[in-house]
Every structure is written in structure tokens, then in C-alpha cells.
């Protein structure tokens, strides 16, 4: 029998650490767990919940800009958030002045997707 597992983390360079965390504190209400110096002089900021969490890294050199992530080996294509009020959820996306897409309704809930500031895809899905 396999040992059980989760998803601690996912680790995403963006072009700026706080301005990112205060959106994620608004949209899904998460908290900044930890903040500090990261690899090769950069900044980190780790926002999520108890168990779980997005590290929002920023490089001390400016990063390249985003490429296609579908068709580049290794990409980041998006990360998913599970809420309760997809509605509520999405209405808070669009004030932070994101454009939802990919509405889907399909078995077992219901979807949409969004790019952030720094074109990071993310997928808002609730199931109930």
C-alpha cells in the first residue's frame, strides 16, 4: 500500500511578491504564512492556508517574460482553487480587474479561469 500524500506547495515567480499576496488575500481570504530573503538573493512570500500554499517568488534580477506555458516542457499551464461560492469568487476576480474565461459546467461542479497580473493561469472550480 502507497504511503498517503498531499500538495504542500507550488512555487511561482512573479513580478511582484506583495502586490500578488494582497490579491489572494482578497479573492480567497488566504493569510501571508511566511515571508523572507529565497534562493540567489531573491523574495519570497508563502500565502495560503494551514497545510497548504502558493510561494510567490521574485528573483533579485528581473524575470523573463512569460512564454506559452502549453507548449513549453516543464510549464506551469495553471494552479486550482477549490471554493465553495464560485460566484462570489468570480465577482471578487473581476474587481481585482481580472478577466474570467473558460466557463464550464461539468460533473462534478463548476468552473472558470482567470490570468493574473503576471499571465499565471489560475482555474476557480467549486463542487458544490
Sequence with gaps: MQASARLEH??????????????????????????????????????GEEATYVALYRPAVAADAPGVSYTTRGGLNHWAVVVDDLDATEARVREEGFTPHSHAD???????????GDGIEVEVVSYA
Design 10 to 47: 507550488v512555487n511561482v515567480t512573479v513580478t511582484d511578491p506583495a502586490a500578488t499576496a494582497a490579491w489572494l488575500h482578497r479573492v480567497f481570504g488566504w493569510r501571508t504564512r511566511w515571508e523572507g530573503a529565497a534562493k540567489d538573493n531573491g523574495h519570497t512570500i508563502h500565502v
Design 106 to 116: 461539468y460533473e462534478p461542479g463548476r468552473r472558470f479561469y482567470f490570468r493574473d
